[in-house]
């Protein structure tokens, strides 16, 4: 089953993170005329060196980082590694797997794969991926855990693998429906000092692909989100592929929907060559859906355009996906929200800045070979005196995608209808169509291509922005490599950081640079003692990493990275299972803090108010993790990270 499970899971890598992106957009040097480039450059020299030159004087005093107080881990590349390694002086436990109760009423989980859907509704998703925690007002011992479920492993599921050439059984199906979305668990700290779950806890819920609800903002009832099963254009069922997240100051968790478009499949080609919104986004047009053929038992994921039926059936449904989704989590009664001024593409995460003034920006990346960076700037302000009232704060605003110019400087491209060329005359309709294609609008703005944008992440002090280009191994003629992605055969990928002009969340222009080169030393050498290729190279300053992926700042500003790589791979090889590390933004020292089970990617990153607890979440586990015992299903686990001494993580 093991075997049928890591199978599973690289079919869908394979396509996760196919290039769709037709655009030739150039280098920006290209683009700008050398005023220009002038203008920009003068205008941004004085901030860049103001924020840049600290990083870059400190560069490479390794292992003097005031911030790093631990001792690295070694890789860890037994085929068999089956367990979760940290650092000396802290301990590891599994706290939260896939299956666990979570609604009153939910079984527990049954090692034979036997719970039914509706069990499934009320146990825990799988595929554990972002994770944020919320504290009770005023209280530092006990909160709210949330975290996403981004897909599922069928034979894992249900025994069985998919049979392409039959309609999938409807219960099987619904069992994965039930499987996805997010989990919200309280928990507090117990009198013995460790965190654990409060299980009858009123505010436990899950959310799934079934779960109603509302969309909001420019879409909201729009045609063009009308299906047969909804005319409204107002209530959609469900999330999925929620991969990382977003948290608001008014205490809302931000759910992003990521690689939808493998649900989905519209088989009349012409209408699919046609149709932008599709086409653009990697919609199946033969044989079945790419992940898991669930439109062969449930309609609604089937978009060919049916002119039988009302709205053409289910061929908006597609529409209704790819958006930030806002979960109260101290609301179990509380609908979610589909936000859709965000723009719709295939989005990673939400990260927020704020800034002194109440002004906000949400940074995402949109993971494809050759795809965009993005903010969407809230056109209010957060007022702290009154946050209720921000509730809709998210329904009116600006979305930018980012152009990152030769010289460091950067510019942020508003999609917004009638600027930026974005007109009826190029395609885009209204406001509402460049949303709804937010991709094709970025095309034609002239943003840059990147190496898969994964997280951003925002340190709490500078607003420094970091973001996560995993890696990228097709850029071809389409997409030449430039200064910000820099290899062509990019096995190993890069962080880039950023900083907006003033420190100003809704600034227009930035300064960026790369933070790292992941990859192997310079110089380095194969097994067979052959030079690694300079592509394989990289610049980091301290303990190897491959495929950055997840992003997060702790309270005290250290930079915390987690890897998504094949492990089994031949060029990963010296960089054991994936991993959870820690940089030092100002020396740019690496260290790594964690080491995950064979075949896992680590993901999803939360602490307690006082940073003393940190929860991670290990996700599609190839080994019997946490079982350790080779023979039970593997379950992704969200595990508790605590210092021996009882210290804050990563001092
Ligand atoms: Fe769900 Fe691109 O990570
Ligand atoms: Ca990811
Ligand atoms: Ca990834």
Known sequence: MNQDHQQFHASLEAHDDV??????????????????????????????LGFFAGGISACRSAGASPLLGFKGVPVQIDPQFDRVLVAEGYRATPFFSWGDPVEAGAPQWSPDASDDWLAQLKQAGDNHDGMDFFAFDGETDRGLLVMNHEYVNPP????NRIDQSKPRPLS?????????????????????????????????????????????????????????????????LGTINNCATGITPWGTFLTCEENWHNYFINHDQADYASRVSHKRYGLAKEGTSKNYAWETADPRFDATPDPQQAHGGYVNEPHRFGWVVEI????????????????????ECAALSLGDDGRMAFYSGDDARGEYVYKFVPSGRFDAANPKASRDLLDQGTLYVARFDADGSGQWLALVHGQNGLTAASGFASQAEVLLNARAAADLVGATPMDRPEWAAVHPASREVYVALTNNDGRGDKQPTDKANPRPQNLHGQILRFKEQGADPSAETFSWELFLLAGEQKGARDANGNAVPANLTGTINGDL?????????????????????????????????????CADPSTREVRRFLVGPRGCEITGLAWSPDGKAMWANVQHPGISYPAGDGQTRPRSTTVLITKNDGGVIGS
Not at 21 to 48: E, F, H, M, Q, W
Not at 156 to 159: A, D, Q, T, Y
Request: glycine content about 8%; proline content about 6%.
């Open 19 to 48: 290039a769709i992106n037709p655009s030739t957009n150039p280098a920006l040097s290209d683009l700008l005329s050398p005023a220009r480039r002038n203008v920009l450059k003068g205008g941004l020299t004085l901030a860049a």
């Open 156 to 159: 894992l599921h249900s025994g």
């Open 172 to 236: 099987e199906v619904r069992k994965e429906q039930a499987a996805h979305g997010v989990s919200v668990i309280e928990v507090k700290k117990a009198a013995d000092g460790q965190w654990q779950r409060v299980m009858d806890s009123p505010y436990n819920r899950r959310i799934s692909a079934l779960t109603a609800m509302r969309i909001a903002g420019p879409l909201a009832g729009h045609e063009l989100l009308q299906t047969v099963a909804d005319p409204s254009g107002l209530e959609v």
């Open 328 to 347: 109260d989590p101290f609301d179990p009664q509380a609908q979610p929200v589909k936000r859709t001024a965000f723009g719709r593409f295939g989005r």
């Open 545 to 581: 990493f491959s495929s950055p992926d997840g992003l997060a700042f702790d309270s005290h500003g250290r930079l915390w990275i987690q890897t998504d790589y094949g492990d089994d791979e031949a060029a990963m090889q010296t960089m054991g299972c994936n991993q959870l590390l």
